[in-house]
C-alpha cells in the first residue's frame, strides 16, 4: 500500500525525474538475463552470421552471408551488432542482443516525451509510457537480434520532433535524420512511416512545417545517411542488387506470401489479442475516446495511425508477427489516454472489466498449478503466482471503481515479466525445434572451417549455421546419397542414417538429444582415401 500511494505522489515528478526512472526501469528489463538463452532461427541466427563477418573482415559497407552478398537488409542493424561484438568481448548471445536491446529501451523514455508533448496533461504521457514499458511483445521483440525494437524507437522520435517543432524550428533537423535511419535498418518501411507522419502533418494542419529550413536541411541529411550504401550496393551489383533486394523482399511481400508466411486479413488481431493482454480490454475505450475528441492532436494521432498501419499490414500478403510492432506506440497512447480517463472519471468504470480480469486471474492460477506439476523452473511458478496476485488485486480494485487498480497492475506486470525475462522461457520457439548447441558442437569440432555441411533436416537452420561457423544446407535423400559417395560430411537424423544404410564407422561425431532426435555427422572413408590418392597422383 505504500508503494500505491507513493504513486499518487510522484505523479508531480518533474519531467526529467520521470524519464530517469522509465529510462532506468527500461534497460533494467531488457538487459535481463538478455544472455540466457541461444540465439533462435530465423532473424537472430542469420543477423548475428551477417554482423560477425563483418566483425572478422572489418568490410563494413559489403555485407555477406558465409562470403556470399547478402542484401536481404540494409547494413544498420548489422553494425550494431558487430560494435556490440567490439565492446562487449566478442561474438555471443549478450553482445548480438546489448546495443539493439540498449535502443529499445529508450523507446520507453522518448515515448513519454512524446506524450507530454501531444496530451495536455502530464498523466496521459506518464500512463501511455507505463503501458508500453509492460506490452510483451515490445519487451520480447525489443531483446532479439532483430530490426523492430530500434525502428519503433526511431519511429517515436521522429513523431517527437515533429510535434517538438511546432515550439522550435531546429527541431524538424529530427524528423530527416530519424527517416534516414530508419530507410538504414529496414529500407522500404520508411515509406509507410513517412505517410502516417505526413498525413498526420495534413490532418493536423501543421501547415509550418514545409516552409521550415530545419525540415529540407533534415531531409537532406536523412537522404546523405542512407542514399551513399544503397548507391554503392546498386554500383557493385546492378540490377541484380535492385531486383533482390526490391523486388524479392520488399515489393513482393505485400502482394505474396514471401516463404509461405500467409494469414488472414484479422491475422494481426489475433496477435494483438494474444500477446497485448490486459492492456487490450482498454484499447477499445481508448479508440472510442479518441473518436470523441476529433480534432485534437493526439486523437488525430492515433487515429490515422491505427487506421494506416494496421489497415496496410493487414491487407499486405505477407504476414509475420513482427510487423505490428511499429503500431505498438499508437497502441500505448491509446491505452494511455483511456486510462486518465478512467482515472479521473470513475463513473466510467465497466463491470465487463471486473469480469475479465477474473478470468486473467484464473488463467494465471492455472498456470501456477501446470508450471508446479511439471516442474517448471522457479521463476515461471513465480512468475504466475505474481500474476494471479496481480489480477485478483486489480479484480478487487476495479469492483470497488478505485483507480489504485492501476499501479497495481503496472508494477505487477513489471515484476511478472522480469521474473519471465530471468526465465530460459522468455524465448519459447527455441523449444519448436531440436536444439542446436550439441549438433553445431560436433559440426564444429569434426569439420574444418568454412566446410559445407549437407543434413536431412528439411528446414534452414541459421542459428545451427551460427554455432557452428559452417554452412549447413538442407537436402533430399537421394541427393544425401549421392554426396555421401563424394565424400561430403552429412549431418543426419538417426531415421536417415539407419535409410540410408551406412556404417557405423562413418560416424564422426554424435549429438545425442531427447526424443530420439539424435543427429550424426558422418563422411565416407572410401571416398576420402580416394581423393587423398588423386591429389597424390595429380601432384606425380
Not at 481 to 489: F, V
Request: include cysteine; hydrophobic fraction near 50%.
Amino acid at each position: 500500500m505504500k508503494k500505491i500511494s507513493r504513486f499518487y505522489k510522484n505523479i508531480s515528478w518533474s519531467d526529467s525525474h520521470w524519464l530517469l526512472f522509465f529510462f532506468l526501469a527500461a534497460v533494467f528489463l531488457w538487459m535481463l538475463g538478455l544472455g540466457n538463452v541461444p540465439l533462435r532461427d530465423w532473424d537472430e541466427g542469420s543477423h548475428a552470421i551477417v554482423a560477425r563477418e563483418i566483425y572478422r573482415q572489418g568490410n563494413w559497407l559489403h555485407l555477406t552471408y558465409f562470403d556470399t552478398p547478402y542484401f536481404i537488409k540494409p547494413p544498420l542493424v548489422y553494425w550494431l551488432i558487430a560494435i556490440g561484438y567490439h565492446l562487449w568481448g566478442g561474438v555471443g548471445e549478450f553482445s548480438s542482443r546489448v546495443n539493439l536491446a540498449f535502443l529499445t529501451a529508450c523507446g520507453v523514455p522518448l515515448l513519454y516525451l512524446l506524450g507530454r508533448e501531444i496530451f495536455s496533461r502530464r498523466l496521459e504521457a506518464i500512463l501511455s509510457a507505463l503501458v508500453y514499458l509492460t506490452l510483451l511483445p515490445v519487451l520480447r521483440h525489443g531483446r532479439l537480434v532483430m530490426l523492430d525494437g530500434i525502428i519503433n524507437t526511431f519511429f517515436i522520435c521522429l513523431l517527437l520532433c515533429l510535434l517538438k517543432e511546432r515550439k522550435k524550428q531546429i527541431w524538424a533537423l529530427g524528423i530527416g535524420i530519424c527517416l534516414g535511419l530508419i530507410t538504414l535498418t529496414k529500407g522500404i518501411l520508411v515509406l509507410a512511416l513517412w505517410a502516417i507522419a505526413g498525413v498526420f502533418v495534413l490532418v493536423d494542419r501543421q501547415w509550418k512545417l514545409f516552409v521550415n529550413p530545419y525540415a529540407w536541411l533534415g531531409l537532406i541529411l536523412g537522404i546523405a545517411i542512407a542514399v551513399p550504401w544503397y548507391w554503392l550496393q546498386w554500383e557493385t551489383h546492378g540490377d541484380f542488387f535492385i531486383e533482390l533486394y526490391f523486388k524479392s523482399q520488399s515489393l513482393e511481400r505485400l502482394s505474396s506470401a514471401v516463404e509461405g508466411n500467409a494469414g488472414t486479413p484479422w491475422y494481426y488481431l489475433i496477435e494483438l489479442g494474444k500477446y497485448s493482454m490486459p492492456w487490450l480490454s482498454f484499447l477499445p475505450g481508448g479508440l472510442w475516446l479518441a473518436g470523441k475528441h476529433r480534432g485534437k492532436s493526439w486523437s488525430n494521432l492515433v487515429l490515422i495511425g491505427t487506421i494506416l498501419f494496421l489497415g496496410t499490414i493487414s491487407l499486405m500478403q505477407t504476414k509475420l508477427p513482427w510487423y505490428i510492432m511499429p503500431y505498438y506506440p499508437f497502441f500505448a497512447l491509446t491505452v494511455g489516454a483511456y486510462l486518465a480517463y478512467l482515472w479521473q472519471e470513475k463513473h466510467a468504470y465497466s463491470r465487463f472489466f471486473v469480469g475479465l480480469f477474473s478470468i486473467f486471474s484464473l488463467v494465471a492460477c492455472g498456470g501456477f498449478i501446470y508450471f508446479l506439476i511439471t516442474h517448471h523452473p522457479l521463476t515461471l511458478i513465480l512468475m504466475s503466482v505474481t500474476i494471479a496476485g496481480t489480477m485478483g488485486l486489480t479484480t478487487w480494485w476495479l469492483w470497488e471503481r478505485d483507480r489504485r487498480f492501476m499501479p497495481t497492475l503496472f508494477i505487477g506486470l513489471y515484476l511478472s515479466l522480469a521474473l519471465l525475462m530471468l526465465s530460459p522461457d522468455w524465448l519459447w520457439e527455441i523449444n519448436e525445434q531440436y536444439p542446436v548447441l550439441k549438433v553445431a558442437a560436433i559440426v564444429k569440432e569434426y569439420t574444418p572451417e568454412k566446410t559445407i555441411i549437407y543434413t536431412s533436416f528439411p528446414h534452414h537452420r541459421p542459428s545451427l549455421e551460427f554455432y557452428s561457423d559452417r554452412q549447413i544446407l538442407s537436402t533430399p535423400p537421394d541427393t544425401l546419397q549421392q554426396l555421401w559417395e563424394t565424400g561430403q560430411y552429412l549431418l543426419l537424423d538417426r531415421p536417415t542414417f539407419a535409410s540410408l544404410q551406412l556404417p557405423d564407422t562413418a560416424i564422426l561425431g554424435e549429438a545425442i538429444l531427447e526424443e530420439d532426435e539424435d543427429f550424426v555427422l558422418v563422411k565416407n572413408p572410401v571416398a576420402t582415401l580416394q581423393q587423398r590418392r588423386y591429389r597424390v597422383t595429380d601432384l606425380v
